[in-house]
């Protein structure tokens, strides 16, 4: 018993230093975060100007096809089954070339900067994915707006619009630390600008954005399901559209995408300092 109660206070302590820690590293995440937004105000017309290619996708490929009925959707029309994919390239766009900001401040030294700090690798890289995320949610309004004035029939239920920020966040979160990993590989702009347009399409040709992974070769199915974008397209299909269903489980989707999230962020943790070298 006299065993137990000396016990107790070490195993007190231990939990406590947990919870600080944790909550130490959960502060200095948000605080790279909101560094990482503020740039926005410098350059917000970046957002918009990114946003016009998923327009003229859903504006011209949509239209088309849509009068086409080339294309097998189910119980949705063709710009309905399409707008939850353009939402997610939208995302994909924005967040694939989020690692040229760090090779610009390798230029600059500010990553010489963060790693003489006291902050984990794991909280800037976490920090950085969590801001291409809020960037991302701009995106998902002007891809709403375009839905609503093309007569896609889009869900305002409250835990729906929850539900798709999140998923926004989180695969903004993925894709932007996947763009990071990259930029500490190749480091330099150059080969960086060429590897993020090589795998951009591949990403979105190779998922469920504007067909169904049911009517693609076999060989195309297998990518399309160890692609994280399929998953994002799945949930954010069952969300946004009334009477969308989710072909794999929104729970199902949401876990891969924050699976393959810590995946990524553990590995840009490990080679950050790479970019400096």
């Known amino acids: 018993m006299y ?4 016990a107790l206070p070490k195993d007190l302590a231990e939990k406590t230093n947990l919870i600080a820690g944790f909550l130490s590293f959960f502060r200095k995440t948000l605080v790279i975060t909101e560094l990482e937004v503020r740039k926005l105000r410098h350059d917000p017309t970046e957002l918009f ?14 239209e088309v096809f849509s009068r086409v009925r080339a294309i097998p959707t189910g119980n949705f029309g063709y ?9 997610a390239q939208s995302v994909l766009f924005v967040a694939i070339f989020y690692g040229i900001g760090i090779i610009w401040e ?6 010489h900067k963060f790693l003489a700090s006291p902050v984990p690798r794991a909280a800037l890289v976490l920090g950085k994915a969590l ?4 960037r991302a949610l701009s995106q998902g309004i002007i891809i709403y707006i375009l839905s609503l004035l093309l007569g896609v029939h889009i869900s305002f239920a409250p835990l729906s619009i929850l539900g798709i920020i999140l998923v926004i966040i989180i695969s903004a979160a993925l894709f932007s630390t996947l763009s990071l990993i990259i930029a500490c590989i ?12 090589v795998i951009t399409m591949p990403l979105f040709f190779a998922s469920n954005a504007i067909y169904p992974v049911a009517i693609m070769p076999d060989w195309l199915k297998v990518i399309a399901h160890i692609n994280p974008l399929t998953y994002q397209v799945d949930a954010l299909r069952s969300l946004m559209l009334i009477g969308g269903t989710s072909m794999y ?3 199902f989707d949401i876990s891969i995408l924050i699976i393959s999230l810590f995946i990524l962020i553990v590995i840009g943790a490990k080679i950050y300092p790479n970019v400096a070298r």
């Open 3 to 6: 065993q137990e109660l000396d």
């Open 49 to 62: 100007t990114r946003a016009i290619q998923p327009a003229l996708w859903m504006l011209v490929f949509g």
């Open 79 to 87: 710009l309905d089954f399409m707008a939850p994919g353009i939402l």
């Open 106 to 111: 390798r230029d600059l030294g500010i990553v």
């Open 131 to 134: 801001s291409a995320g809020i």
């Open 186 to 197: 190749v480091k330099t702009r150059e080969r960086f600008m060429g590897i993020g347009q």
């Open 249 to 251: 489980g929104l729970t």
